[in-house]
């Protein structure tokens, strides 16, 4: 009997030691707990044992965080209960989370609440005294004691902090941890390495990697006054190689395989490729290109260095009003499909043309030089209506149409009389009016005649004359400013446009 019970105490022993290791051994979950109670307490105005479970999440993963929405609850309380003692505690908080975060974003918002809750305590303990003074003080002659005051409200400088909110995190974890992680694609590069923690709002993308190891992606939701944790596990990669890119200018785009499939990404840039040969190019404006070929061996590492050598371009920069609706030419080929349009351009001279359909074009010649940027602004100016045009081609038309109806009239009287004189029976009488007429009827055509010629040239002129305002454009060259610049992983030079 003493056996059986000593093997039930033990199994009781070892069952709960099981369960307080489990939960010990896992203290996101403890934190996740813990900080989910806090926000419901913090809702409801438990403003105290908001502040308790925010204390438990940071026990469990001490996080400035969790420290800064203990601050936030006893700020709370202290303002709702006019309670000195809570906006000291608030303090306390406040100062341990800046002392933890030393890269704090809001460390001056922070130090400003700090500043005017110290202020609001003092002010309170001295109301607090004056008041303890005042119940001291003898009864007055009617014999009735005064009214106790009621707490002080918060002052003004408290009220216009508003309330203070609690905040939440998002935590991305790794095993191992080290690894990059990227938000929204590697096109922007690493966002940073694991582990890490900050706020996020919305939906995000997110890549983490390592070399040696799978990639892990997926797609989340952050809501600023929650906590999400990403605990990632990699699995070992055995049959994927880790290539490392960088060049001597920052940010440039880096092409694999395809280049019509786009940037995979800029330098630097590490990540696993397939084993095999394959083919980078690695391409800046105002470089030449680089190329080169590796060979991905799995489970080894590569290295590219690129060093992109200057090219002799400029930037053509061509905007305006309408530019939205216009295409943009260089020496007679299409460079922009629409505007704005900024484009690098060999040096020399070239011949830029701006056209939009219904207004008039513009054209104009640069000269384009190394490392600058020439700012062509144009305004088009629209195409002016033809109908002047169109109303000398009707008139000339219809002077040419009655030259013609006069001139068959003279002819056929022409012709019955030289058929009349060659018959002879009875002879022509040289007073036929129809000589009259016939005479008539051919001057009349080839005043016709000579009237819509004179249309015509009108007309013509109408058509291709330059009406209205032209269209303009203003050229300005600005330098490229090349400067150093120094990173981790490059060095090189980098362009800024002063605007």
């Known amino acids: 009997m003493r056996l059986r019970i000593l093997l039930l105490v033990t199994l009781v022993l070892a069952l709960g030691t099981t369960r307080r290791a489990a939960a010990q051994g896992d203290p996101w979950k403890n934190a996740q707990s813990a900080f989910n109670q806090g926000e419901t307490y913090y809702l409801s105005g438990k403003f105290d044992d908001a502040a308790a ?7 469990a993963r001490p996080m400035p965080q969790f420290l800064y929405n203990v601050g936030a609850a006893y700020h709370m309380k202290g303002k709702k209960a006019s ?8 303090v306390d908080y406040y100062t341990r989370y800046l002392g933890e975060n030393k890269d704090a974003k809001d460390k001056e918002q922070v130090e400003k609440v700090i500043a005017v809750l110290k202020a609001e305590a003092e002010r309170l303990r001295a109301a607090a005294a004056a008041a303890a003074a005042a119940a001291t003080q003898p009864t007055n002659p009617t014999g009735t004691q005064p009214t106790p005051t009621p707490p002080p409200a918060p002052s003004a400088e408290v009220e216009a902090l508003g309330d203070a909110g609690y905040r939440g995190l998002v935590v991305i974890e790794s095993e191992p941890q080290g690894a990059n992680i990227y938000i929204g694609g590697k096109e922007k590069g690493p966002f940073a390495q694991t582990p890490w923690s900050g706020s996020m ?27 999400l944790v990403l605990q990632i596990v990699l699995s070992e990669e055995d049959y994927l190689g880790w290539v490392e890119i960088k060049s001597n200018v920052p940010g440039a785009s880096i092409f694999l395989d395809d280049k019509n499939v ?21 391409e800046a404006d105002g470089y030449e290109p680089s190329e080169h070929d590796i060979e991905v061996i799995a489970g080894e590492a590569a290295e590219i260095s690129a060093q992109l050598k200057g090219a002799p371009v400029g930037y053509l920069y061509v905007r305006g009003p309408g530019i939205e609706a216009s295409r943009i030419y260089l020496d007679g080929e299409l460079l922009c499909e629409r505007g704005p349009c900024r484009k690098p351009v060999k040096e020399g001279r070239h011949r830029v043309s701006v056209r939009r359909s219904g207004y008039k074009s513009y054209s104009t010649t640069i000269e384009v030089q190394a490392k600058t940027e020439i700012n062509l602004k144009t305004e088009l100016a629209k195409q002016p209506g033809r109908g002047d045009a169109v109303v000398a081609y009707i008139f000339t038309g219809l002077f040419a149409g009655g030259g013609i109806y006069l001139g068959l009239q003279a002819q056929k009287l022409e012709k019955e009389l030289k058929d009349d004189i060659a018959a002879g029976n009875p002879p022509v009488d040289q007073a036929d009016p129809r000589f009259d007429r016939g005479k008539y009827f051919a001057i009349g055509a080839d005043a016709a005649y000579g009237v819509a010629g004179l249309l015509g040239l009108a007309a013509i002129y109408y058509t291709f004359r330059d009406k209205g305002r032209p269209s303009i454009g203003v050229v300005d060259v600005r330098a490229l400013a090349l400067t150093p610049t120094v990173g981790p992983n490059y060095a090189g030079l980098s362009m800024e446009l002063p605007w």
């Open 201 to 227: 709002d919305g939906e995000f993308q997110y890549l983490v990697e390592k070399r040696g190891y799978k990639s892990k992606e997926g797609r989340t939701s952050a809501d600023p006054s929650k906590l």
């Open 83 to 90: 309670e000195p003692e809570s906006y000291d505690k608030a």
């Open 53 to 59: 479970s925010f204390k438990k999440a940071y026990e």
């Open 262 to 282: 786009g940037a995979i990404g800029k330098t630097p840039f590490s990540g696993n490729f397939k084993p095999g040969k394959h083919k980078v190019w690695i």
